[in-house]
């Protein structure tokens, strides 16, 4: 049975135990071919590790990662016949760090949301949705995952409340939201039902109506940062290299805390609110921002500063 065969038995019987692996789908077919290519029968480190010496610059988590996918493929390749024999643990170094937040100004996040509303498509859904798509992160710091499950009933445009169903382990919140921007999505889902001729059943969609999907969201954002001058082109990467979706979440996670010191407010009765709000499940995740932002660790430094000097006289 060849490697491609063996890797659709894998991916179903893992499937079927209720693993989600889009992800590991992906990175392996790619291995399988460049094995297939390579006429190799059986895996084993070399072929790893030639493969892996293939594939586009990446940093040590991402190889780490694809060790990894490789690793539990070949062990249960070993079970059935032995000549397969999996890469060790640690052949390759994971020196994972929490990647410093990109903060982006209020141009920055304006010209974002300019230049996806004129993404060109077949009926004008893809720069309708994107535009909406980045503006929602960028004044709730929802995560991406979020806000593309999100469903037409999640949001109660009579109360103001948007109900975020798919939050990170499971966990459901409730985000009241502006005016404002209540008044913009029920726009856009006015628009969206008049283009598509119904009303479908995600918030966000694509030109055929079907829920819009990471991969597509991404390659726009990334279209629209070369397109402003935040990215520049990857001959290697699809999306290029620079800010991300996600710091969009991080911005309005900074804002906020940045708002709390230069208003005076307390930050540790602030920041469970910040926390909640944003569905961490530590305060810890919250206060890194603090460390990872310059701006911020200064703020928080002179007015721990300031509070020390009260309390000495």
Known sequence: MTLALQLDRYLAVRRSLGYDLKTSERVLRRFVRFADDAGARHIDTGLFLHWDASQPVAGSSTRSARLGMVRLF??????????????????LPDRARRKRPYIYSEAEIKNI????????STYGMRGLTCSTFFGLIAVTGLRISEALALDTDDLDAATGVLRVRHGKLGKERLLPLDPTVVDRL??????????LGRAPRPIFVRCNGDRLSEWSARASFARVSRTIGLREYSRFKLHGKGPRIHDLRHTFAVRAMIDWYRTGKDPAHEMIKLTTWLGHANPDHTFWYIEAVPELLELAMARATRLGGEAEQ
């Open 74 to 91: 070949a062990l249960w390749l070993s079970s059935i016949d032995p000549v397969h024999k999996a890469p060790p643990r640690g052949l």
């Open 186 to 195: 029920t726009t856009y889902t006015t628009e969206r039902n008049r283009l």
């Open 113 to 120: 949301i300019a230049a996806a509303s004129e993404l060109p």
